[in-house]
C-alpha cells in the first residue's frame, strides 16, 4: 500500500560529508558551521544577524522575551491566531506574556488583518506574533495601505516555523523558524532567529547562552582571553549546536527544489480537485495562494454539498487506512487546556471555529510526487460514495 507521510527525510550524500566534517573538526557545540548557518538563513530572509536555538518554540519565547527588552516592560499582550499550533501559545504564556487572541481569514488561514475585531485587539497589544500557516504568509503590511496607524509602534514577531524559505514572508523584527522533521528543512530539531537590530542580537546570544555578557562559547574563538563565566542577566539553556548546523547546510543547498516539488504537488492537488468535482464536496486551496506559500502541508475544508454529511474523524481514519497520514487543522482554542485557561472562547472566532471543527491537513512534500497527489484524489473521490 502507498504510503504519503505528513513529513520527510531521506538522507543524502551531502548530509552524510558536512556532518562527518563537522565531526573530525572537533567543534560540537559553536564552530564554523554553525556560524555560516546563521548567516546564510538570515540573509535569504533579508535579516543581518542569525541566531540559532533547539526548537522553533524557543526562537519564539527568546523573541520575546528580547520584545520585553526592547520595549522595556515585564508583560507584554500579544497578538496570535486562534488557529495556531500549541506551540505559538505555549511561548507567550512561558515568557510571562498575556494571549490576546484574533479570528482568521477564510482563505489564507492566516490572521484576518481585515476583521474590525482584530483592528480592536490590535490596539491594546504591544507584540504581534503573525502565524504563517503550513507556509503561507500572514504579512499585516498588506493592511497598511488601509488603515496607516494600525501597525504604528507594534513590535512584530514572525511566527514563520511553517514557512522557511517564503520570500513573501520576511516582514518581522524578529523572524521566528523551525527546523523540524516535518519542516520544510530539518536538523532534526533546531530554529533559528532572524533580526536586524544588533543589540538585540547580542541580546539574545548572551540570553540563550545562560545570561553570561560575553555569549559563552560563541567568543571563545577570538584571539584575546575572556571571562566568559560573567553573567549579568537570567538566561537559559536554548543553544544549538554545530552537528545540527552542518545538517541545516546541507538541506539548505536544496531549498528551491524543496519548495518548487511542495508548490507542484500543491497544483496537483487543486487542478486535479477541480477537475474531478471534489472541491464540490472539500475546499482545495485555490490556483492563487500556491504560488504564496511554501506549504509545510496542505489544507483542506470539509464542505456540506447538497445535504452530504462528512464526519471529519471517520474520513481521516479512512485515509489512514489507505496509507495517508491526516492531522486536524491546528485547532487551538478548543483543546482542554486552553478551555481550562481561558473558558470556553471558541464561538468568538467563528472562521476559526469552523476550521477548527472541518479542516485537516495533508503532506506534499519533495518526496512526494504527482502518483502520489492523484492517489489522495482517488482515495477521496472512492470516500463520497459511501456518506452519500
Not at 545570561?211 to 574563538?221: A, C, H, P, S, V
Not at 486535479?272 to 511554501?294: H, R, T
Request: proline letters at 3%.
Amino acid at each position: 500500500m502507498r504510503k504519503i507521510t505528513m513529513g520527510t527525510y531521506v538522507h543524502t550524500q551531502e548530509d552524510i560529508d558536512k556532518v562527518s566534517n563537522a565531526i573530525r573538526s572537533n567543534m560540537l557545540s559553536a564552530g564554523p558551521e554553525l556560524n555560516e548557518f546563521e548567516q546564510k538563513v538570515a540573509s535569504y530572509h533579508n535579516k543581518r544577524h542569525g541566531i540559532m536555538v533547539n526548537s522553533g518554540q524557543t526562537a519564539l519565547e527568546v523573541a520575546l522575551a528580547l520584545a520585553k527588552y526592547k520595549l522595556g516592560k515585564d508583560k507584554l499582550k500579544v497578538l496570535i491566531p486562534a488557529t495556531t499550533y500549541a506551540a505559538t501559545l505555549w511561548a507567550v504564556l512561558n515568557t510571562g506574556n498575556e494571549p490576546v487572541f484574533c479570528d482568521i481569514h477564510p482563505k489564507s488561514y492566516t490572521v484576518d488583518w481585515d476583521n474590525r475585531k482584530t483592528l480592536k485587539a490590535i490596539e491594546k497589544c504591544d507584540v504581534l506574533m503573525p502565524v504563517d500557516l503550513w507556509g503561507n504568509s500572514a504579512d499585516p503590511y498588506e493592511v497598511q495601505a488601509f488603515y496607516p496607524s494600525t501597525l504604528k509602534n507594534k513590535f512584530i514577531i514572525q511566527d514563520a516555523c511553517e514557512a522557511f524559505g517564503n520570500k513573501s514572508a520576511c516582514y518581522g523584527d524578529i523572524i521566528c523558524h523551525s527546523f523540524y522533521v516535518s519542516h520544510i528543512i530539518t536538523t532534526g530539531s533546531g530554529g533559528m532567529l532572524s533580526l536586524d537590530d544588533e543589540e538585540l542580537a547580542e541580546y539574545a546570544r548572551s540570553y540563550i547562552s545562560h545570561g553570561r555578557t560575553l555569549g559563552g562559547d560563541f567568543t571563545k574563538f577570538k584571539d584575546k582571553w575572556e571571562d566568559r563565566f560573567l553573567f549579568d542577566k537570567i538566561g537559559t539553556s536554548y543553544r544549538s549546536n554545530n552537528l545540527d548546523a552542518a545538517l541545516g547546510l546541507s538541506r539548505f543547498s536544496k531549498l528551491r527544489d524543496i519548495i518548487t516539488q511542495r508548490r507542484q504537488n500543491a497544483a496537483t492537488l487543486s487542478i486535479g480537485a477541480e477537475n474531478s468535482k471534489l472541491n464540490e464536496y472539500f475546499a482545495f486551496v485555490p490556483k492563487g495562494y500556491i504560488g504564496d506559500s511554501v506549504f509545510q502541508f496542505y489544507p483542506i475544508l470539509i464542505k456540506n454539498h447538497n445535504g452530504t454529511v462528512i464526519e471529519r474523524e471517520h474520513l481521516l481514519q479512512y485515509l489512514y487506512e489507505h496509507g495517508i497520514d491526516s492531522r486536524v487543522l491546528l485547532s487551538l482554542t478548543n483543546q482542554p487546556i486552553v478551555k481550562h485557561l481561558y473558558g470556553d472562547i471558541e464561538h468568538k472566532y467563528p472562521i476559526a471555529e469552523f476550521c477548527n471543527k472541518n479542516g485537516f491537513i495533508i503532506g506534499c512534500h519533495q518526496d512526494l510526487n504527482k502518483e502520489d497527489m492523484e492517489y489522495i484524489l482517488t482515495i477521496l473521490g472512492n470516500y463520497i460514495p459511501k456518506v452519500k
